[in-house]
Each structure stands twice: as structure tokens, then as C-alpha cells.
């Protein structure tokens, strides 16, 4: 198996006086599953395009298995791309697009249509194999784009927004699909998604791009349990973390006339920003007293908004609260579900 | 049953259609039919007391009039020729332009310069300030490369060439133009794919630019071949169809057969001919296009 390890070094991207990337540090591992998280226009297609090789980078150095690739042709580079749009060629049909990255090194015929049927078999294409892209549907040529990329069998994988295009239903079904068999390939895989409920379910690692810069990189469970920042924690998880200003003195938070206690252990006083899942906020007899304004029924759980001091505080509980609308409750949260950020950095504190 | 209200639509499509169907009768469909009357007839002016119906006699003669059938073959030369090299140096420009990042709407605006001219006044400006002998611009040029001067349209053996290069002067822009709105068009995520695929800047130009653009290209060339059939002022401006019958195409063998030797019938009938010619060419291009 051919690796496939990847390494960007200082990457800065300029477009004029805009910097749309400023010095990203990435390592993904050979046979890794990789997304960029992030949201609309922070960077990462960008990230990727300069990975294919489609764009320069203004500054930086780019490494497939150590080797320098920073000035490589995209050809050159044994990658393989699936485009946002899919970017099939509409005057070939299906069996053509897939055999195009074979016939342009000029492969044996018997041997390409070989590895046709093999890679249009693998993404269930085979009957559309006559078809012109025009005559598909949204999913058919996303896995004609699909098969065009495994076909030739390349080192590296690289994925925009692949999914987004698709309606919900089919959505949900491709990314299984797709996990399963990037699995089975095992081949280095780079996967840009402004969708974190997708980066969480089909990554292995994932790095998250804030304005032009990555602010976390780890697996789905440790940025869900431990977001380096309030805005990675705001943008990771639905409903996103409530997050409170509150005071903080050694190990409590107050928020308002309350007090919380939180499992930090940090010494001192400073000014902080509270997050709390709403799935942690737990409703109960005693806590903070807040008023409910809406109860949305989920049918297995419920999202509450409370509000407290001009703040709105979400809530999802099980079917059992049967607190109304209008109704007075008290709400607290396990101490070590409690995520405290600085106020002004708004970096993390507890550990 | 008609309802009254689409009676009344009707006649009023009726009104709105007459004017330009009699316009379109008196002006087309009345010469045409006059035009294929007079070439089965004897219409010769230099001999008027012979005159009446002459059948196919007119058709007859052509097969062995050897100007007839030099004027087939300069058509069907000055029509290749002018076509092709309008399709190769129009794509040929707008790749070029294609790749420079700014000054493009300047080209476009330039491009259309020669196109607006009135070939007659195109034919003129090459006769006389580029293609005459001694003080042309051309002739300048070739003097002072050491080629000595040359009588460009004067010469038998240039004649032909200069007048498919006037042709080519004027109309290659209309081939640049519409190949380049074809090319700035085409979505460029797929030669980014193409890339990615492996497809080297001569690769991605066969297999991705030329299908994609085909059409815009066929179209052009069954314009430009209709054109280049039915093209006249400008040579007639530089050349009259001279020397000799040098650049004496169907048309202006036409021409010079009814206006200037005055033998209508005879000339109706070459008319004719290149009618057919340009309908026959036509419809098998259009037939090429609509094949797949
Ligand atoms: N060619 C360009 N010229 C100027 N700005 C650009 C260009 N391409 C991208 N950008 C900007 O760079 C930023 C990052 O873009 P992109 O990588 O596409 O974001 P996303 O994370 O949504 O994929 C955006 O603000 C975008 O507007
Ligand atoms: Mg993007």
C-alpha cells in the first residue's frame, strides 16, 4: 500500500492585500480520514486547492510522503479530486469520465476498462456506465465524480464538500457509504465540509478553520469535549453551547445574582465565558431560577429556551420535564460540563 | 367553432404578418422566380433579335465553358481557403486572448472595427494603400526586407492570394469573436479536473476545449462559408475579378457575364448555379451540425 502522508509547513495564502490563509500547520496520517471544518470562507477550499496543487501558496511548503511537492504539476502529484460542482466533462459520458484520468497516461484499453467496471461497480454506477453527465441525477454524478477519483487508485483523496449538493435523505446515506469505503481503499483522504455534524460522523481527525487559520486540530470526540475556543465550541454541536458571561473565583462561576460549580481548578478571579451543552443543562429543583419561553417537541426530547437576564439559555431534557410554557424552573449542569473561556481571548482554561 | 376573440387574434396576426410576407414576395420570391425564368430564356443584349425560350440550353453551354469552370474552382478555392484560415487565426487569437489577464474588452471593441467596414471601402483601402506597387504598405515592407516590389493584386499569380487576404482581414474578427465568447463560456472547474487528471495542456485542448467549443465553431464556419459564396464588392473594389479571370469567382463571373457583356440569360443561369451551390453547402453543414 502506497502512503500517503501529508504535511503543510507555514502555508500563507494571499489574494492581493486579503490573506485567506495566514501560516496553516497540518500533518494527516497515511490512511487517514481527514476533514476541514470550518465555516463559509474561512479557508478551506482554499487549503485543499493549494494540496492539489491548483493554486499556489503565497508562502509555505507542501509534503506528500516528504517529498517537497510545493512546485508540482496537479497531474503530477498522484492525487485525486472530487469537485463541489463535480466538474465531470458533460461531451463524454459516464464510462469516458472514468476512464479519462487512465487514458490521459495512456494505459492499455483492456486494462482500463477493467479498472472502469472495477471503480463504477464500487459506487453502484454500473448501468449508467452510456449515460452523459446530463442525463444523471445530482447523486448519480456525484458517484461518477466519485469513481473517476478511486479509479486510478491515487495516493491522496481530496473532497469538497462532496455531500452538498445532495438532498438531506441521501446525504445521511452517501456519507456512510463513503466512510465505508475509504475504509476499504485505505487511502489518505482530505474532506472539506462547513457541515460539523458531518465532519463528526465520518472523520477520524479534523482541523478547524477559523478566519484563515486553524484553531484546533483532533479527533471529532476530543474537539466535542474540549473546543479550544468559544467559537469552536459555538460552531461544533446542534443546538450550539450555550455560552454565558459569567465572573469566575476559584473553581465557581457567577452568573447574574448565581453561582455555578465548575470542575476547573484554576486559581483566581477573571471575567469568563460559561459554555454549556444544552444537552448537559439539567432541569431540576434547585439551581438557577429561569423562565421557559418555548418548549419544541422532538418527540424523543425537547429544546427548551429559557430565559434568564435578557438571555436566552437552551435546554434539550428528556420527555419527562412537564414543566409549560411560561413556567418558572431551576436549571444547573455537572460541574465537569461546564466549559470555561477567557472573556476577552476567549481561548480555553480548563483543561 | 371559433371563438370570436380568437378570430380576432387571428386577423390581427394576419395584419401584423402581411406587410413584411409582401415585403419579402416583391423583394425575394418575385427576382428569384424572374431570375430562374430568364435563365431558361435568350436574353442577350449585344444580340437582341434573338430571343426566346432556349430551355436548358443556357445550362448545356456552361459544362463546356472553361471560364465557367474557372470560376467554380476559384470559388471553391477562395472559399476553402478564406474559411479555414479565418477558423485557425480566429481560435488561434482567442486563446492567445484568452490568457491575458486584462485589455480584453479593448481587443473586442477593436475586433469589430473591420467587420463594420463596408467591403467595398475594405477592398479600396487594400488596393490602394496596402497592396499598390511602390507606395503601398505591404510593398514598403517587402522592399526593405530586400523582397523587391510587387504588383500584389496586378499579377496573376498574387491576385487570388491578396483577395482571399483582404477576405481574411475583414472577417477573421467575427470568428475570434464568437470563438472567444465560446471559450470565455466554458466552466473552468473542469479543466481544473482535467488537470488533476493528468491531461497536459495538449491533451486538455483535444479531449475538453475543442468538443465543448464545436459547436460555436460549426456555426461559424457554415456562416463564414456563406459569406465567403456570396462575397463580391471587396474584390470587385480591388480587383474587378482581374487580372484576366485570375480572381473571377462565380460571382463575379455572374456579374461581369450580365453587366458587362450584357448576356442576362447565360448569366441568370450561373446565378442559379451558385445558388445551388450555397444551398447544397448549407444544408449538408446544417445536416453535420444537427448529426449528433
Ligand atoms: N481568487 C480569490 N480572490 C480573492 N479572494 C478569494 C479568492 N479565492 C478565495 N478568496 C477568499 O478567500 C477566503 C477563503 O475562501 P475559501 O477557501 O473558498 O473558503 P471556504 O472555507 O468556504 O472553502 C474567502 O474569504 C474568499 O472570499
Ligand atoms: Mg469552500
Not at chain 1, 145 to 160: G, T, Y
Not at chain 1, 182 to 199: F, K, P
Not at chain 1, 269 to 291: C, D, K, L, Q, Y
Request: glycine share 8%.
Amino acid at each position: 500500500m502506497s502512503n500517503g502522508r501529508v504535511s503543510l509547513k507555514k502555508i500563507v495564502k494571499r489574494h492581493g492585500a486579503f490573506t485567506a490563509l495566514h501560516g496553516i500547520d497540518l500533518d494527516i496520517e497515511p490512511g487517514e480520514f481527514f476533514a476541514l471544518l470550518g465555516p463559509s470562507g474561512s479557508g478551506k477550499t482554499t487549503t485543499l486547492r493549494i494540496v492539489a496543487g491548483l493554486e499556489e501558496a503565497s508562502e509555505g511548503r507542501v509534503f506528500l510522503d516528504s517529498t517537497d511537492i510545493t512546485n508540482t504539476e496537479p497531474g503530477d502529484r498522484d492525487v485525486a479530486m472530487v469537485f463541489q460542482s463535480y466538474a465531470l466533462y458533460p461531451h463524454m459520458n459516464v464510462r469516458q469520465n472514468i476512464a479519462f484520468p487512465m487514458r490521459m497516461v495512456g494505459m492499455p484499453k483492456g486494462e482500463i476498462d477493467a479498472a472502469v467496471q472495477d471503480a463504477a461497480k464500487k459506487v453502484h454506477i454500473e448501468h449508467l456506465l452510456d449515460r452523459k453527465p446530463g442525463q444523471l441525477s445530482g447523486g448519480q454524478q456525484q458517484r461518477c465524480a466519485l469513481a473517476r477519483a478511486i479509479v486510478r487508485k491515487p495516493r491522496l483523496f481530496l473532497l469538497d464538500e462532496p455531500l452538498s449538493n445532495l438532498d438531506a435523505k441521501l446525504r445521511l446515506e452517501t456519507r456512510g457509504e463513503l466512510k465505508k469505503l475509504q475504509r476499504s481503499l485505505g487511502v489518505t483522504t482530505i474532506y472539506v465540509t462547513h457541515d460539523q455534524e458531518e465532519a463528526m460522523t465520518i472523520a477520524d481527525r479534523m482541523a478547524v478553520f477559523m478566519d484563515g487559520q486553524i484553531v484546533q486540530v483532533g479527533s471529532p470526540k476530543f474537539v466535542f469535549d474540549n473546543p479550544a475556543t468559544a467559537d469552536v465550541a459555538n460552531f461544533i454541536g446542534s443546538p450550539p453551547m450555550n455560552l454565558i458571561p459569567a465572573s469566575y473565583a476559584d473553581g465557581r462561576i457567577r452568573i447574574g445574582a448565581h453561582e455555578l460549580q465548575t470542575s476547573c481548578r484554576v486559581g483566581g478571579e477573571r471575567n469568563v465565558i460559561a459554555g454549556i451543552r444544552p444537552s448537559s443543562v439539567r432541569i431540576g429543583p434547585s439551581g438557577i431560577p429561569a423562565r421557559i419561553d418555548l418548549i419544541e417537541n422532538l418527540g424523543d426530547a425537547l429544546l427548551l429556551d429559557l430565559s434568564l437576564d435578557q438571555m436566552t439559555i437552551r435546554a434539550r431534557t428528556g420527555t419527562e420535564v412537564t414543566s409549560r410554557e411560561g413556567e418558572s424552573v431551576f436549571f444547573s449542569a455537572d460541574p465537569t460540563a461546564v466549559h470555561l473561556f477567557d472573556a476577552v481571548t476567549r481561548v480555553r482554561i480548563n483543561d | 367553432m371559433q371563438t370570436p376573440v380568437a378570430a380576432r387574434e387571428r386577423r390581427f396576426a394576419i395584419y401584423l404578418f402581411l406587410p413584411a410576407f409582401l415585403v419579402l414576395l416583391v423583394t425575394t420570391t418575385v427576382p428569384l422566380i424572374y431570375l430562374a425564368w430568364t435563365s431558361v430564356n435568350r436574353v442577350d443584349l449585344t444580340s437582341p433579335w434573338i430571343k426566346g425560350f432556349a430551355g436548358a440550353d443556357n445550362y448545356s453551354k456552361m459544362l463546356g465553358d472553361p471560364r465557367f469552370w474557372n470560376s467554380l474552382e476559384l470559388t471553391v478555392i477562395y472559399t476553402g481557403t478564406t474559411v479555414v484560415l479565418q477558423m485557425l487565426i480566429g481560435l488561434g487569437l482567442a486563446l492567445l486572448v484568452l490568457q491575458i489577464p486584462r485589455g480584453q474588452g479593448i481587443l473586442r471593441v477593436a475586433a469589430i472595427i473591420p467587420i463594420v467596414l463596408a467591403p467595398v471601402v475594405v477592398g479600396l483601402f487594400w488596393r490602394t494603400l496596402v497592396l499598390a506597387p511602390d507606395f503601398g504598405v505591404l510593398d514598403f515592407v517587402m522592399r526593405a526586407l530586400g523582397f523587391g516590389s510587387h504588383d500584389w493584386l496586378g499579377d496573376p499569380n498574387l491576385a487570388l492570394a491578396s483577395v482571399i487576404v483582404i477576405h481574411t482581414w475583414q472577417w477573421t474578427p467575427f470568428a475570434f469573436l464568437v470563438i472567444l465568447a465560446s471559450l470565455s463560456s466554458l466552466p473552468p472547474d473542469i479543466f481544473e479536473a482535467a488537470r488533476i487528471d493528468r491531461a497536459s495542456s495538449v491533451q486538455r485542448f483535444w479531449y475538453i476545449t475543442l468538443p465543448l467549443i464545436r459547436p460555436a465553431l460549426v456555426i461559424v464556419v457554415i456562416m463564414r462559408m456563406m459569406v465567403a459564396l456570396s462575397a463580391f464588392a471587396a474584390i470587385f473594389a480591388a480587383t474587378g475579378g482581374g487580372p484576366g479571370s485570375a480572381t473571377e469567382i462565380l460571382n463575379l463571373y455572374t456579374y461581369r457575364t450580365s453587366f458587362t457583356e450584357l448576356n442576362f440569360g447565360y448569366g441568370a443561369a450561373l446565378a442559379m448555379v451558385l445558388l445551388a451551390v450555397t444551398l447544397l453547402v448549407s444544408y449538408s453543414m446544417f445536416r453535420l451540425r444537427t448529426a449528433r
